[in-house]
Structure formats: structure tokens, C-alpha cells
């Protein structure tokens, strides 16, 4: 059958158990392994199923964990309070607009909504106390890849003192100290180092973020528009650089440009940090904008990425019925329709994606 994410997860949980060097191998002649050894060896079970069963458990826990995501985003947007029709309208309008990363997500065997799940699984433990909890997901997570930093990073801000600074020790035994158990020390310290050199965040190739042509983080739209050295072997010869700025301008121009996406936050969060929110009513804006932050600045996020919109998409949903209907007049519509298009076009013209993809028009939908 076709070689999705799953069978990458797979190939790399026998490897490491073989003694492979699984950072420094090419899985299907072309992709790394960027994730953490224990999600590799948890996953491995799933091997020892016939294919298509062992895809289906895959298939069914993603569900599993956007279920519960999607619980959770609606009491902190307080969905409750919704009467039976509009919760409905809203259902529908969060399905149709995040159907196609959840399309994706499911074809593609991704990692996104086992990531999305404990993102917001250790917010709402954090929130309720269970900080030991809450720091073990987002330790799991930021082992699997790097994003959920950001939830970490919030929760700091916030106040969430024992999560934010157990967290990281939690890191320490998941990328080491239990393969070190597994592996012994040596090798463990060797997969360590070939992991940090594999994602090292100052290399160009993850600064530029250009090798798939659907990457769409600010450093590809910026790498698309502004250098030469942006693009792959994959890109259209179809025109849109605007000007050729040098390497070593767009290795400072675009962390500058994450920092200030990111900084962008704090006009949600609000001055001074280091508190709780004020009321509930803003769990729901916040997460949102925090969620849309992150293929935006975090590299090699792909049009499934779009799925960690779900916050956004699920907010607006909500959002909709408020009193003062700032969501229902022609502008927030005719944006709404234009998020909607930029977010699913592949799915209405998919003639087309390489087009989208080559202009990075997915972007628009965040």
C-alpha cells in the first residue's frame, strides 16, 4: 500500500532496536526521523499487526484524540451556554472548516493529533492542579517534535510554576535517561547527539524551511518571496520572488520574524505576567491565537499542520452566536469565506495544489 508517516514511525522503532543510527538514516530514500526513540518503541506493537490493522489503531487514537481535544476546546470556549441548534451550526461549521487537515492528518499517519491532544491535555491538567501530570504530557510531546515548547512557554506565562519547571527534567529522562535503560548510556548519548545535530535550528535548510513545497512557515513564505536560495526541486517555474536577499540576511531577517509572530501573544495575554487569566471567557481567544501561532513559527509544518488551527476555528465557531455580532457583519464574513478557501483549497481544486502550495496560500487561512 502507500508509505504514509506510520510506516516511518514503524521502520525506525525496528531500526533503533537493531542498533541503527535512525538520526542519521534517510527513511524512503528521502525523510528523516526527527522524533524522539521512546514514541518510536511505544509505537512498535503496532508492527507486529498485519498492516492494515495496525493503521487502523493508528487511525482510531487520532480520532480518539481529536475527540477529546474538541471537548476541551469547547468548555474553555464555553459551548455549553449554546442552545441545542446553534451547537449543532457550530458542529457542522468546525467540521467543514477543518476537514481537510483532519483528511490529511488521517491519510498522512501524522503525529498532529496525538500532539494536539496533549497540548491542551496539559493546559486543562495544569489549570486544574495536576501540575505532575501536566508537565509528563508536555515532556511526552515536546519529545515527539518541538512545538509543544509554545504550550510551555505559555503555561510559564500564566503562572503554572511546578509544571513549567518540571517539564523540562521530564525531557531529560524521556530523550535519555530511558533510552539510557534501554540502550545503555553510550548509545543513548549517541542518539542524543545525532538528534540535536538533525534539528539544529540554526542550519539554513531549517532556517529557509523550503524543501517540501508545501512547507508554510513564516520562514517559507519568506524564503518563497525574498531569496533565491528558497525553493527545491519541486518548485514551479512560475513567477514570485519580489527580490533576492543574501543568506546571511535571511538567517537573521527570519528568526526576527518568528520573534516578533510570537510576541504577538502578549496582546492576548495581557500585562504582567505571571498570572492566571482573569476570567474563563478568555481561555478560548487565548488558545486560539496560541495554536495559530504554531505553523506559523515553528519549521517543516506541512498543510497538516493547518489542524493546529482547530483552537482558532473552534473559537470562531462559538464566537459566532455573541451578543454583539461582531462575527456577522459583511468584513468578518467575507474574512471568514477567505480563511475558509485558503484552508481547504486543496480539497475543492486539488488540481491546482502545487499552485497553492508554490504561493503559500494556505497561509492566508491563519
Known amino acids: 500500500?502507500?508509505?504514509?508517516?506510520l510506516d516511518l514511525f514503524l521502520a525506525a522503532g525496528a531500526d533503533l532496536l537493531n542498533g541503527?543510527?535512525?538520526?542519521?538514516?534517510?527513511?524512503?530514500?528521502a525523510y528523516s526521523y526527527f522524533y524522539g526513540p521512546v514514541f518510536a518503541l511505544l509505537l512498535r506493537p503496532l508492527a507486529w499487526l498485519?498492516?492494515?490493522?495496525?493503521?487502523?489503531m493508528w487511525g482510531l487514537s487520532g480520532v480518539a484524540f481529536l475527540a477529546r481535544s474538541l471537548v476541551l476546546l469547547g468548555r474553555w470556549n464555553q459551548a455549553a451556554q449554546l442552545d441545542r441548534s446553534q451547537l449543532a451550526v457550530s458542529?457542522?461549521?468546525?467540521?467543514v472548516f477543518a476537514f481537510q487537515p483532519i483528511r490529511d492528518n488521517l491519510n498522512a499517519g501524522q503525529t498532529s493529533f496525538l500532539l494536539l491532544w496533549t497540548m491542551l491535555e496539559a493546559i486543562a491538567l495544569a489549570e486544574r492542579g495536576k501540575w505532575f501530570g501536566a508537565a509528563l504530557l508536555l515532556a511526552f510531546g515536546t519529545d515527539i517534535k518541538l512545538l509543544p515548547l509554545a504550550v510551555w512557554a505559555y503555561l510559564l506565562y500564566r503562572g503554572h510554576w511546578r509544571t513549567a519547571a518540571l517539564a523540562p527534567v521530564l525531557l531529560v529522562v524521556l530523550s535519555w535517561g530511558l533510552p539510557a535503560l534501554i540502550f545503555g548510556p553510550e548509545?543513548?548519548?549517541?542518539?542524543?547527539?545525532?538528534?540535536?545535530?538533525?534539528?539544529?535550528?540554526?542550519?539554513?535548510?531549517?532556517?529557509?524551511d523550503e524543501e517540501e513545497p508545501d512547507f508554510l512557515s513564516i520562514g517559507a513564505v519568506l524564503s518563497a518571496y525574498l531569496s533565491a536560495e528558497g525553493g527545491n526541486r519541486f518548485t514551479l517555474d512560475l513567477p514570485r520572488q519580489v527580490m533576492d536577499l543574501p543568506l546571511s540576511t535571511m538567517l537573521i531577517l527570519i528568526p526576527v520574524a518568528r520573534l516578533v509572530l510570537a510576541s504577538s501573544l502578549l496582546f492576548v495575554l495581557g500585562w504582567p505576567?505571571?498570572?492566571?487569566?482573569?476570567?474563563?471567557?478568555?481561555?478560548?481567544?487565548e488558545l486560539a491565537w496560541l495554536f495559530a501561532l504554531i505553523p506559523l513559527v515553528f519549521p517543516h509544518q506541512q498543510t497538516y499542520s493547518l489542524l493546529?488551527?482547530?483552537?482558532?476555528?473552534?473559537?470562531l465557531a462559538v464566537r459566532w452566536w455573541a451578543p454583539d455580532g461582531i462575527l456577522r457583519n459583511g468584513w468578518a464574513q467575507a474574512l471568514l469565506l477567505l480563511a475558509y478557501a485558503c484552508l481547504n483549497a486543496h480539497l475543492w481544486l486539488g488540481h491546482f495544489g502545487p499552485v497553492y502550495d508554490h504561493y503559500k496560500l494556505p497561509v492566508l487561512g491563519l
Open 1 to 5: 500500500g502507500t508509505i504514509n508517516d
Open 20 to 29: 541503527g543510527r535512525v538520526y542519521r538514516d534517510l527513511y524512503n530514500e
Open 50 to 56: 498485519p498492516d492494515w490493522w495496525g493503521e487502523l
Open 91 to 95: 458542529i457542522i461549521a468546525v467540521v
Open 187 to 208: 548509545r543513548s548519548t549517541e542518539l542524543l547527539n545525532d538528534r540535536v545535530a538533525l534539528i539544529d535550528p540554526g542550519d539554513p535548510r531549517h532556517v529557509l
Open 273 to 285: 505576567p505571571f498570572r492566571a487569566r482573569s476570567t474563563e471567557r478568555l481561555a478560548g481567544r
Open 308 to 315: 493546529y488551527a482547530l483552537p482558532a476555528v473552534v473559537h
